[in-house]
């Protein structure tokens, strides 16, 4: 028997011994373990990117099928993480963002399309030379703005176009 072989016996027959031992062991050696763990992902990027691809395809249906029957709590979760992360991006309270969202109509401020029929809740623009807040945008009026790098005279020229050939 080759020492593969020996140690898949041994963890077989020993399974619940050695999982207790590696529970205690990172319980106290947290920082450790996560530390490990972060360079491993580093390490092993592509492997783990393939391995994601091949599942996502291997069970295309079954997620489909999770994602529609559980709509609400995953729009719930993204949209409680995506604001959450952008009061610590923009240095914003949480009482800060509400009052925006309230005196915009709980609206987008460009095209005045409620939060609610969106896919998304508003994002927070902001202008990129001075870092200064400007409001809430929908993903679309957010996205439009910087596809025109946030120029005045070029978006004048959108539209002059758009009147042009209206």
Known sequence: MDKKEYYKQYYEANKEKILERQKKYNKANKEKVRECEKQWRIKNKKKIREDKKRWYLENKEERKKYLEDNKELFKERRSKYYRTAKFKKYN????????????????????????EKLNSSLHIDHCHKTGKIRGLLCVKCNNGIGQFNDDIELMKKVIKYLKIND
């Open 92 to 115: 914003i309270s949480e009482e800060e963002y509400l009052e925006m969202f309230n005196n915009q109509n709980e609206c987008c401020l460009i095209c005045e399309t409620p939060e």
